[in-house]
């Protein structure tokens, strides 16, 4: 899927988009180097485990953290749980992170992005305080920019592959209709995994309510941030 060529083609080079794609591969590269019993420490450590962020916002401390908890809102935005995870994710930044950079700046892209990702972090934790597996991935942070996306160019058109049994069929959709329907996929899978017997905010091993929580919040933050303004020249 690539997004056609909008009313206001990037005239910058998105510095920050590409930062974060290699912040994310770089941390990749570094999980597929340890072992099972390492990986799973790591993400304990650095990932968002809903259970023990609970015990820290009532006062708790956790003595095997090597961090305050809430700097997993952070890390946990450049973990990655696989080779799809990460390349999906990835993809998705690189389409739509660009012109969502051009508009608001780089400074201000990398706060917004940063902002969305914790925000969306915390919305999954709404509905899972009690889990203890972890929560990763730039996809809540992703979902922010989607939000802020669609927002910004609801008519800009979005070529993509539509599978049809053994054949495809490449079709253009416009930014409101791709990203609406995901945000209603999201939304609609959160709301059917509160019935899971573990309840818990997740269907799959999928953080359905950070991407909608994330969605959301791009959407509302964009403006904020100067999305529907004219190009930054904060660059």
């Not at 969306?120 to 809540?140: N, R």
């Not at 008519?155 to 993509?160: G, L, Y």
Request: proline share 7%; charged share 10%; glycine share 10%.
């Amino acid at each position: 899927m690539v997004p056609l060529r909008d009313d206001n083609p990037v005239r910058i080079t998105p510095y920050v988009t590409y930062g974060l794609i290699a912040a994310n591969i770089v941390v990749f590269l570094y999980e597929i180097t340890l072992l099972p019993p390492q990986l799973d420490a790591f993400f304990r450590s650095w990932a968002v485990v809903p259970r023990e962020l609970s015990l820290t916002l009532e006062g708790a401390i956790i003595p095997t953290s090597p961090v305050p908890e809430w700097i997993t809102l952070i890390s946990s935005q450049f973990l990655h749980g696989g080779f799809l995870h990460i390349a999906g994710n990835m993809l998705f930044l690189w389409i739509f992170g660009n012109n969502v950079e051009e508009r608001l700046g780089h400074i201000k892209y990398l706060i917004f992005y940063i902002t969305c990702g914790v925000l969306a972090a915390l919305s999954q934790w709404l509905f899972a305080q009690g889990s203890t597996i972890p929560s990763l991935g730039a996809s809540g942070a992703i979902a922010g920019v989607m939000g802020a996306y669609i927002l910004r160019y609801p008519q800009a058109e979005i070529v993509t592959l539509i599978p049809l049994g053994f054949f495809t069929n490449i079709v253009r959709v416009p930014a409101y209709f791709f990203l609406g329907f995901w945000f209603v996929q999201q939304a609609f899978n959160g709301l059917a995994s509160l019935n899971s017997p573990v309840d818990m905010g997740m269907q799959g091993g999928v953080a359905y309510w950070a991407h909608a929580g994330g969605f959301i919040f791009g959407a509302i933050l964009g403006p904020l941030f100067g999305l529907l303004s004219n190009p930054s020249e904060e660059y």
